[in-house]
């Protein structure tokens, strides 16, 4: 994989994402379905953590997850600001990297096999942010609201 296939990659994913994201309405960052369950606005602080999870261990080889634990973003607009923070350090990550470096192996860590190449580590948060999307739009959906298609692009604006 290279620089610029991966970071587009990353950036059209939330591109669609966003669709969803845009579609809770700001006052709603404390709805849950059920007790116990996260709330919109920690589901999209969840993702931003995964991605500076990634960041942390992939840049600085700490891979503590204390990151995921009382997250500070309360409101939707805060959740929404810190991923897209975590996410253009990903970005940023994967430029510094250059092709080479993403496709060089993990190397030792406690988390994933230390041949895993970084490329695919990256990639990791596609998956994780496409699980987490897909219970927002179920949440939407709880609150009485119709999601926004996740491919319609029609109101982007470059």
Known sequence: MDVVNLTRTLIMERLFSSNVYNDIPPGKGDFRPADGMMTAAEQLAHIGAFDEWLYQGLKHENWAY???????????????????????????????????????????????SPEMFKANVFMMTLTHECHHRGQLVVYIRMMGLQPTMIYDLSNYKD
């Not at 995921?68 to 309360?74: I, N, V």
């Not at 897209?84 to 993990?106: C, F, H, K, M, Q």
Request: proline share 9%; hydrophobic share 40%; net charge negative.
């Open 66 to 112: 204390d990151i995921f634990t009382d997250r500070p973003e309360k409101t939707v607009e805060e959740a929404r600001a810190f991923m897209e923070y975590a996410r253009s350090r990903i970005l940023s990550l994967i430029v510094e990297l250059n092709t080479d470096g993403i496709n060089s192996p993990l190397g030792p860590n406690p988390v994933f």
